[in-house]
């Protein structure tokens, strides 16, 4: 009894871990910082959880010094399983900076 107890809760730990998908996010420069949620992840690569729910939603936000920043929602309905971004120059920032 003691053992089936033991096996059906290893099984319901395996079976909550499966279903929790990581999603991958790479960004250009590499030294662009990744946040989602407002939670910083890393510079140029980070890993989060898929949100559980179709309709939930988690906010990247991908911001570089002399870079146009990146806002943008990932669903969870969404079935991609990594997202790749390349930030584009900031033309005003280059100007007033010279």
Not at 7 to 17: A, E, K, M, N, R
Not at 70 to 86: C, H, N, P, Q, V
Request: proline share 3%.
């Amino acid at each position: 009894m003691r053992n089936l107890f033991f096996l059906s809760l290893i099984f319901v730990c395996i079976s909550f871990y499966a279903n929790a998908k990581v999603i991958k996010i790479t960004a250009e420069p590499k030294e662009a910082a990744i946040y989602v949620n407002n939670a910083f992840l890393g510079y140029g690569y980070g890993e989060f959880t898929k949100p559980k729910k179709k309709n939930e939603v988690a906010i990247i936000r991908i911001e570089c010094e002399e870079y146009k920043p990146i806002l943008t929602k990932f669903y969870g309905g969404d079935k991609r399983e990594s997202l790749s971004f390349a930030l584009m120059q900031d033309g005003f920032y280059r100007a007033s900076a010279s």
